[in-house]
């Protein structure tokens, strides 16, 4: 899960940061990366469309606002949830026009953050969660069976769809999907989806559509307790639905 967090206080910044990555640990997404923004500014100058899950924004910073960077992200992501930090919530009216999904009032404290990812919906942005490929083309994560590296081009395997060849460096392909906390790699130019494993052997892994991936034994032990840990949040969450 990748979260962007926009806030001129770097103090309140650094803050919101430790509480959000605690929250994020606790649904099991370790591999969660947040970036911070000092500005709207900032922000806009490095982002694209479909890079972040969640936007949080202090609605009161120098010249470009919460509320009008909020307004320039819709115009070109609708998938985004986005998440107003703020000491008061007098921009309701604002917050229904770009689609905001909760007010975090500050000074914002544990509980805020966890009744603010509560009010989001975790597993419904798992389910959602688009991720755009170097060539401009979306996939949706949850559809990603692996993807395999060979001579300067990533084939991306997808359920029910054609593959998606993009030229690409392997690197590329781990900074977008390993934050996602879902995948892995067993084996140089490969990367797993743990939600599509049907089995682990002492060999590799066997896909749920029959496709089997060696693990390399210099791997093997990180791979294990890396599935294992993603097997036992999964079975987590899902009791505590």
């Known amino acids: 899960m990748r979260i962007a967090i926009i806030e001129d206080d770097h103090v309140q910044m650094e ?7 605690g929250e994020l640990a606790s ?12 500005s709207g500014e900032a922000f806009l100058s490095s982002w694209r469309a479909g890079v972040y899950d969640l936007v949080i924004l202090d609605i009161f910073m120098d010249k470009l606002t ?13 998938a985004v949830r986005l998440v107003f930090c703020t000491t008061s919530n007098e921009f309701a009216s604002e917050s229904y026009e770009v689609d905001a999904r909760y007010y975090l009032l500050k000074p914002v404290t544990q509980e805020g953050v966890s009744s603010m990812f509560c009010r ?3 597993e419904a942005m ?21 993807t395999d590296y060979f001579n300067h081009v990533v084939t991306v395997y ?3 769809e054609e593959p998606r060849r993009v030229r690409t460096s392997q690197m590329e392909m781990e900074r977008l999907l390993l934050p996602c906390g879902c995948f892995f790699s067993p084996i140089r130019g490969i990367l797993i989806n743990f939600h599509e494993v049907a089995k682990m052997t002492e060999e590799g892994f066997v896909l749920s559509n029959g496709k089997f991936i ?28």
């Not at 991720?131 to 990603?144: A, M």
């Not at 390399?216 to 990180?222: A, D, I, L, P, Q």
């Not at 791979?223 to 899902?238: G, I, L, N, Q, S």
């Open 15 to 21: 803050s919101l940061s430790g509480l959000v990555r």
């Open 214 to 241: 060696h693990i390399t034994r210099r791997k093997y032990r990180e791979a294990k307790d890396a599935y294992t840990r993603f097997r036992f949040e999964k079975m987590r969450r899902e009791v505590e639905r």
């Open 66 to 78: 919460g509320i009008e960077t909020a307004r320039r992200i819709r115009k070109a992501d609708q």
């Open 158 to 160: 997808l359920k029910g």
């Open 120 to 122: 989001l919906d975790m």
């Open 126 to 146: 798992e389910l959602a969660k688009t991720l755009v490929l170097p060539d401009g083309r979306p996939i949706l994560v949850r559809h990603v069976l692996y």
């Open 27 to 38: 649904y099991g997404h370790l591999g969660g990366k947040i970036d911070a923004f000092e």
